[in-house]
């Protein structure tokens, strides 16, 4: 008698420890995932400790998105200077003037290559804190045919906080032969957007304020594309790096972003904000998302097109 | 030996229930993001022929009020403070959510021409 009482003792303590250990994983992103459906797919963010292990590795290379006088105070050693500005040169407003996205093949050809990316180069991104900048050339490289790409988790604060080396030693590049593969499947373009209609989820990525147009943020009408639901970018985004599962998985309930529908992602000028909510879905699993090239500088720019903005806000809900 | 058994039950039961409290509490959504426009007011300013108090200083809820005359009820709870200073008594753009007349607001715009709405243009 006395055995058995023991027995169930023991059985029973061993099933509130196991019990008690799952109550802790909850946190783990694992288990959110459980409860949430989202998670980041595998292969998208890199540990500051693993890029650590890294920095010597000649397939790697490692690109910082954060503006040149950042670059060159410090940076990650080895690491190339990308920042968003080689995106918006006056070569590139005219190439999407009548190619509705950001850059020609033959700038990224000569911008990547003189980077020394190759086909056979695994690329880490980083950002300041969040990855909006980062985004931008993830989504160039995934255009144009490179999958090989990663963004550090955290950013360079993570890094420097936990006192990691940095330098302001500019590395030379060896230029490498960058060739493009383009995937006209990841764009939206203003046709395309038409066309659809009502078939696709439109995200506006911008502030609560552009959407509803009054900061008209320098386009040529203030206000968003009719029937975009509007999303700001750091809603997904925390002050360091991207929310966590359970908030993202809050936020995309919230608008009733679903995996099962066409997204396109919009901001000002199509690389930025727009590029973010991009990656951000596709590191989801979100495989029918589009970022629109055009964006508000195109849309608002057609005279022809209707928009939305604060005189279309119904009387009562 | 039984009342052992009871308490051992009870400390699984317990311990099984705590597991699954926060799936329970993730999966209470389905609100609707809306996006309205309206007078900037509290409940109390609604109701007074002239109204000097700024809305900090007002005990009674914060509210909008629709063109169509509909009150709907502001939970601000992570908006900053300047975002209500400067729509106050105002027309403004809110987007939110809809729960009932409650609008739970998750950015709040001042319109465009809108100085302070007196009594007489509510």
Known sequence: MKVTSYKLQVTSAIAFVILTFLIGCKKSGEVEEKTTGVKILPGYLVETEELALLLDKPEVVIVDARAEDKYKKFHIPTAVNIPKTLFRTSEDIEYKKTNGFAISPEKTERLFGEAGISAESRVIIYDSVTFPDASIIWTFLKYYGHDNVQILKSGYEKWVSEGRHVTNEVKSVVKSEFKVKPRPEMVATLDWIRHKKDGITILDMRSFAEYIGTNSAGNKRGGSIPSAVNIEWNELAGDTTIKSLEEIHNVLSKYGVTKDKEIVTYCNWGIGRSTYGFMLLKMLGFEKVRVYGGSMEEWSARADLPIGDAKNIPADL | ?122
Not at chain 2, 6 to 33: C, D, H, M, N
Not at chain 2, 64 to 70: A, E, N, V
Not at chain 2, 96 to 118: A, C, H, R, Y
């Open chain 2, 1 to 122: 030996m039984k009342g052992q058994r009871k308490i051992l039950l009870l400390l699984f039961s317990i311990t099984a229930g705590l597991f699954f409290i926060p799936s329970v509490a993730i999966g209470g959504e389905g609100s609707e993001i809306i996006v309205a426009k309206g007078t900037l007011t509290t409940e109390k300013c609604l109701k007074e022929p002239v109204c000097y108090l700024e809305w900090y200083k007002d005990p009674s809820s914060l509210v909008l009020f629709t063109p169509k005359r509909t009150v709907y009820h502001l939970e601000v709870n992570e908006i900053p403070k300047w975002k209500f200073n400067s729509g106050f008594g105002k027309q403004v753009a809110i987007k939110g959510i809809l729960k009932g007349n409650k609008i739970l607001v998750n950015d709040i715009i001042p319109l465009e021409g809108g100085g302070k709405m007196s009594k007489a243009c509510l």
